[in-house]
């Protein structure tokens, strides 16, 4: 099967594993992505580890949560959403580079400053944002 294919219903799976409280499941899908076909790159290799991340995540498993919202970041370095969660990660648990992760998101996608500033966990910390939009404008607003 080729790479692009593989990775797109590995993505397809991902979908359906969110609508189903399988723990099991998605941990089967969480092993067979990480034996997929390499390259790790592209929008469906980044949506299937931003997922679980995200999975991870609700499991309080933080430090997964933020090695595959990585791994997501690097697969496709066009998709902002990946680095805003790391930025969000880094400021809910106190870890890492929120800034950097936040301003890596908006350069992919300037639409993401709006999101930040009006983020509820982004909001408690105003000088970030404040730094952001000195930086990138007004498009919070």
């Not at 969110?18 to 076909?37: H, R």
């Not at 648990?93 to 709006?114: P, T, V, Y």
């Not at 982004?122 to 404040?130: A, G, L, M």
Request: proline letters at 4%; one cysteine or more; glycine letters at 4%.
């Amino acid at each position: 099967m080729q790479h692009h294919n593989w990775w797109q219903f590995m993505k397809h799976g991902v979908d359906s594993a969110k609508n189903i409280d399988e723990p099991e499941l998605k941990s089967k899908l969480i092993i067979i992505a990480d034996n997929g076909p390499k390259p790790y790159e592209g929008y469906d290799v980044a949506y299937s580890y931003l997922e679980f991340s995200r999975w991870k995540y609700q499991d309080n498993n933080y430090e997964d949560a933020i090695k595959y919202a990585r791994l997501a970041a690097s697969a496709d370095n066009t998709w902002a959403e990946p680095e805003f969660i790391l930025g969000w990660y880094s400021l809910l648990l106190g870890k890492g580079n929120a800034e950097e992760h936040l301003s890596n998101a908006i350069d992919r996608d300037k639409r993401i400053l709006f999101r930040v500033a009006n983020n509820e966990v982004c909001k408690q910390y105003p000088h970030i944002i404040n730094k952001l939009k000195t930086k990138y404008g007004s498009l919070a607003e």
